[in-house]
C-alpha cells in the first residue's frame, strides 16, 4: 500500500512563504494524480492543488491562484506546494492526498490514500 507522509508546516506570518512537501512511497505513480488539501477548524475538507503524476499538468482552487505553486520530483516520487504570499485563512491542516488513476479532480472522496497532515499557521 502507498505512504504518504506530508512535512514542511509551521508557523509564519502573513505575507511570508512556506514551501510543503510530500513523500510517497510503496508503489509507483506513474499512471497516479498527486494532490494538496486543507482543512481549517470546523471547516470542510478543501481543494488546494493537483498535479497529473506522469503528465504534469496542474490544477489550482481559485483562493491560491497566483500565490501557490505545486510541482514534482519524480526521481523521489514528491510532490512539493510553494506557498507565497500567505494570508490569516490560510491557517489550516494540509494533506497530501494521491489517487490510482491519471484523470484530475478536487473531490477528496475520489483519492485513495492520505497523508497524517501537516499544520500550517499564518499570524496577522
Known amino acids: 500500500q502507498v505512504q504518504l507522509v506530508e512535512s514542511g508546516g509551521g508557523l509564519v506570518q502573513a505575507g511570508g512563504s512556506l514551501r510543503l512537501s510530500c513523500a510517497a512511497s510503496g508503489r509507483t505513480f506513474s499512471s497516479s494524480t498527486m494532490g494538496w488539501f486543507r482543512q481549517a477548524p470546523g471547516k470542510e475538507r478543501e481543494f488546494v492543488a493537483a498535479i497529473s503524476w506522469n503528465g504534469g499538468s496542474t490544477y489550482y482552487a481559485d483562493s491560491v491562484k497566483g500565490r501557490f505553486t505545486i510541482g514534482r520530483d519524480d526521481a523521489k516520487n514528491t510532490v512539493y506546494l510553494q506557498m507565497n504570499s500567505l494570508k490569516p485563512e490560510d491557517t489550516a491542516v494540509y494533506y497530501c492526498?494521491?489517487?490510482?488513476?491519471?484523470?484530475?479532480?478536487?473531490?477528496?472522496?475520489?483519492?485513495?490514500?492520505w497523508g497524517q497532515g501537516t499544520q500550517v499557521t499564518v499570524s496577522s
Open positions: 492526498a494521491a489517487k490510482r488513476t491519471p484523470i484530475w479532480t478536487k473531490n477528496p472522496s475520489m483519492y485513495n490514500y
